[in-house]
T-cell receptor, first 113, second 116 residues
Framework: DSGVTQTPKHLITATGQRVTLRCSPR?????VYWYQQSLDQGLQFLIQ???????AKGNILERFSAQQFPDLHSELNLSSLELGDSALYFC????????????FGPGTRLLVL | AQTVTQSQPEMSVQEAETVTLSCTYD???????LFWYKQPPSRQMILVIR??????QNATENRFSVNFQKAAKSFSLKISDSQLGDTAMYFC?????????????FGQGTRLTINP
């Protein structure tokens, strides 16, 4: 158990819908990262937050957004869902952002029908 | 941009054998970190081992060790005395700590099967 929690574990929804994925980092970790794992794109970095502020963006679609709250948990919002958004979404956390190892949550498996 | 390449999509060995997974990367940076993560059928991403580029000594964690060749930009993982529980996808990852994003850049993975 990495100490990073993600809810829900599984999510099935329809095209055009909006969902929210939630992540709680390990105790004391300030940095949160979101990754998407799909069959065709592999593991890709989406976005990073550090202590409540956005630090960097990767290959994140405009339909996707995220935030990190004062208690350091983070949410990833996916809207206008398409079939191609079906993937495993991971949250990872680290103590700070520069040299710490990232520890991954169990992931949320999203299926868009 | 950094890239990570794992040239072995699949590997299979017998239990108790030693197996080496290959990884090469491309970067112009001098200071960076390299990782191996394991993803068993449960899909959890589990850290196996980490290597700092400024350290010449290869990292080891019990049965897992790396061969880090900085000049060749090679970072292979050796699993000794392989066990059935080592069956998983293994991902090599690169991280530049001083870049704008401390993101992990992953290879495509190697599916490792340990046979009884």
């Amino acid at each position: 158990d990495s100490g990073v929690t993600q809810t829900p574990k599984h999510l099935i929804t329809a095209t055009g819908q909006r969902v929210t994925l939630r992540c709680s980092p390990r105790s004391g970790d300030l940095s949160v990262y979101w990754y998407q794992q799909s069959l065709d794109q592999g593991l890709q970095f989406l976005i990073q937050y550090y202590n409540g502020e956005e630090r960097a963006k990767g290959n994140i679609l405009e339909r996707f957004s995220a935030q990190q709250f004062p208690d350091l948990h983070s949410e990833l919002n996916l809207s206008s869902l398409e079939l191609g958004d079906s993937a495993l979404y991971f949250c990872a956390s680290s103590r700070d952002s520069h040299q710490e190892t990232q520890y991954f949550g169990p992931g949320t498996r999203l299926l868009v029908l | 941009a950094q890239t990570v390449t794992q040239s072995q999509p699949e590997m299979s060995v017998q239990e108790a054998e030693t197996v080496t997974l290959s990884c090469t990367y491309d970067t112009s940076e001098n200071n960076y970190y390299l990782f191996w993560y394991k993803q068993p059928p449960s899909r959890q991403m589990i850290l196996v081992i980490r290597q700092e580029a400024y350290k010449q000594q290869n990292a080891t964690e019990n049965r897992f060790s790396v061969n880090f060749q900085k000049a060749a930009k090679s970072f292979s993982l050796k699993i000794s005395d392989s066990q059935l529980g080592d069956t998983a996808m293994y991902f090599c990852a690169f991280m530049n700590p001083m870049g704008g994003a401390q993101k992990l850049v992953f290879g495509q993975g190697t599916r490792l099967t340990i046979n009884p």
